[in-house]
Structure formats: C-alpha cells, structure tokens
C-alpha cells in the first residue's frame, strides 16, 4: 500500500481529496500547516484555528492520522516577507505562487518523505501526467475550467511533480461537492477560500500596514505621463496596473500605468496607454518541456483569471524569456505570473518583470 501525505485546510476540496485517496487504497496521512495569527484577521481562515478542527474532524471521520505542524516562523519568511517585499518595490505580489513552491510542494513535501510517504497530495484543480516520450511529468488544467488552479502550479519542479497527486484533477467544483456530501463531511457546504488565505477580510492594505507597522510606507506624488504633478498618495502599496481607484478625477478616465518605487510615485494615463504587447518574464521554471532553443508559439495567460492569448515566446537566457503578444494586452502587471500553455498543458512560467 502506497503512502500518501494530504496537505488539508479544512475547506471542501482537501477534505474530499483525502476521502478520494482513501477509497482508491492509499495509506493516507494528514497535514495541516498552522500559520502565523495576522493579529485580529486570521484565525477563521484557511489554516487558521477554525480551519485546523474542520481539517481534524475530517481526518477523524474517514480514520487517518492527522497533524497540525507549525509553520508559522517558515510562511512568514517565504510568503509574507516576499508579499510585502514585492508591494514596496512597486510589484503586485502573487502569493499562492510562492506558498506552492516553498511551502505546500517545498518544505510540506519534505516532511513527507520524512513520514516514508511517496506522494503529497492537494486540492488543486489539476493533473500531473508521466509523458513517457519526453520521459518528463507534465502538468495539466484541471477538468473544471472555472476552477482550474494549473496557473498558480506553474513553478513545481520535475522531482515535486514525481511526488504530486491531485485528487481532484477530473472533478468539477459541484461534482466534488456533491462527493463530499455523499462521504457525509460536514465541510460539503463550506464556502471556498477567499483570494489570499492570511487576508481573510481581502484588505491587503491594511495588513500590511498592521503586520509591517515598523516600515511606514510613506507619501508621494502621482504623475502624469509627461512627468507633472497631478496629485498625491499616501503609499505606493495603494497601487496595482490597471486601477482607477484613488488616483484623482480627471477629465478622461485615468489608471494607474506604472509604479516607480526608487521615487515613490505613481504614474497615471488613460485606458489606452495601458494596451502592451511585449514582456520580459523571469525566474522561467520549464514544465512539460527542456527549456526550447528557438522561438514557438504559445498561449499565454499574464494573471489568474485573464483570457489565454497568443504569442511568441522567445528564449532570453536559463531563467528569461521574452513574450511578444500578437494582441494587446491591458494592464500586465510586473510582479505577476505569465503562463504559456499549449491546450491544456503547461508549458512554463515565471515572474513578469517588464513591460514593454
């Protein structure tokens, strides 16, 4: 019998993924990761106190050993430290991304194999495929499009793919719902996660100013495209590419174009000078692929939930490449992810970083 660690927050999707591996005879663990308290945010969310007796519960249900290990002093220096790092460099974060990396598929792994288990398993909506021809794991969408979380995988490594299951892969959202009330959890109900696991409330803004009191972001200008003074801020953390909100009336529609973290200052335009086609993207992880010699096409996707273009992705270096689009994309965003799919597999990624 095959040992197999699940990584379960108390949610809906981990709950059924561990009750799917049981029923296919798997010796089944569970993990939890306690996460560090965010002050008066936390302890209901994914991770947090609540989430850690939905995730015990469950475990005793089905009859598993369950675990609750502390992560707390770990998350903070890869994911909350990066989380606040990027917003003071003027970069929009992606923290599920990082978790995945260093967290969930880096240190949880570890302590896996630790337990003599071959796999970790998650709730993700995605598969992972051994691709005997190119003697490569491949990663691909999951089943549910609307739910298909392969975007925020994209940095996992050949090894953490040979150690990954994803139970959920061939399931639909509602199909796993109707599982987990059929299994008889109580979690069959519970709404999903909200968009970052410590921010419970999604005020990012505040978080930061809470967790990172001692380093005061601190007020600027907003600019013009031509370089005038058009109006202030109170914190380049304020800011994304894209946003409307809180730059000012003008007499046409302006968005934030670019934040200059070395001045502290915001950048402003109207919708049209937000309509890009050129990137250049690092820290590049190859996923189903060797990294390419040559130029190829590709579909592209530069954030969660953006529609999926075409493009040319041309090798730079090792870790770099550049990403020309056919069309005009608006309001790419340095800080965030470009992933390049061919169908439902994907390709790679990595962290965009300019754009031009």
Known sequence: MKKVVIAMSGGVDSSTAACLLVKLGYEVIGLTMKLPNTGELSDSGCCGVKGIDDARAVANKIGIPFYALNYEKEFKENVINYFFNEYANGRTPNPCIACNKLMKFGSLLQKALGLSAEFIATGHYAKVEFDKSANRYILKKGKDINKDQSYFLYALTQEQLSRTLFPLGDYTKTEIRELAKGFGLKVHDKPGSQEICFIPDNDYRKFLRMWFSEKKFTPGKILDENGKVVGKHEGIDNFTIGQRKGIGAHSVP?????????????????????????????EVNWVSIDKPDEPFVAKARIRYKHTESEATIYPVSKDEIKIVFKENQRAITPGQAAVFYEADKVLGGGVIDKVM
Not at 258 to 265: C, E, L, P, T
Not at 274 to 281: A, D, E, M, P
């Open 254 to 282: 302006h968005y934030v174009l670019a934040i200059d973290s070395k001045n502290n200052s915001i950048i402003i335009g109207p919708d049209e000078k937000l309509y890009k086609n050129t990137v250049i993207v690092k």
